[in-house]
């Protein structure tokens, strides 16, 4: 049972490069969520999903976009990296929407330098 | 604005009860949840209180009071393995999930 699958698990990228998380799921989840954590400061909603087809945007959503073309995809782009991106990403998933427990993936680390 | 309060880091000796507390502001509720992160993972979902009251599950228990805008994790009989983040989240009125910072909970011999 994989659950949730990020990718990838770590990079180090230049400022101004284009990057893409990669998220898959396999529990057919129909709603899907990506955040940012870092230190001292609780996780904060980049992007989300409802449902494959529609996305909305989170607290900070400036400097990332997002795609749904399935269920089970939920890839996370910037457009053009900056140091303040630097960050833990995690994509997670829920069964039932707003109420439901989120199942995580196992985040991924990006650096950008 | 919105606001989850936690204690920010708290020690406890293994094999004791420590209380982690959470309180907060929201505009509106529709559930709390309380997740466990150790250093480098995913957070795990411990559990979820809509109702005042107290729910138990094993060593860990979670108490809400809406009124007072407060919860609390309740873990006995303290392990090594539960050094770990304790992250508090709320479901406000528009069924979106405001996160609290955390609380690092060191676990000493």
């Known amino acids: 049972i994989a659950g949730i699958t990020q990718a990838p698990t770590s990079q180090i990228l230049a400022a101004g490069r284009r990057m893409t998380l990669r998220c898959t799921q396999d529990?057919?989840?129909?709603?899907m969520y990506w955040y940012r954590q870092d230190l001292g400061l609780g996780l904060r909603l980049i992007h989300y999903?409802?449902?494959?087809?529609?996305?909305g945007k989170g607290e900070v959503p400036d400097g990332y976009s997002v795609s749904r073309a399935n269920t089970d995809d939920f890839p996370l782009t910037l457009a053009s990296a900056v140091p303040s991106q630097t960050s833990v990403y995690f994509c997670?998933?829920?069964?039932?929407?707003?109420?439901?427990?989120?199942?995580f993936g196992e985040g991924s680390r990006l650096t950008v330098l | 604005g919105q606001n989850i309060d936690q204690p920010t880091e708290m020690t406890a000796t293994e094999g004791a009860i420590v209380q982690i507390n959470c309180t907060y502001q929201?505009?509106?509720?529709?559930?709390l949840f309380w997740y466990q992160q150790h250093a480098g993972e995913a957070p795990t979902f411990l559990s979820y209180?809509?109702l005042d009251g107290l729910e138990e599950k094993g060593r860990f228990s979670s108490f809400l009071s809406r009124s007072k805008g407060y919860s609390y994790l309740l873990l006995k009989e303290l392990q090594m393995k539960d050094s770990a983040s304790y992250l508090c989240?709320?479901?406000?009125?528009?069924?979106?999930?405001?996160w609290g910072a955390g609380t690092k909970l060191i676990i000493k011999p």
């Open positions: 997670a998933s829920s069964g039932t929407g707003g109420t439901g427990e989120l199942f």
């Open positions: 529990m057919r989840h129909n709603a």
């Open positions: 999903s409802n449902t494959a087809g529609t996305t």
């Open positions: 929201t505009s509106g509720f529709n559930g």
């Open positions: 209180n809509v």
């Open positions: 989240a709320v479901i406000d009125s528009n069924y979106q999930l405001i």
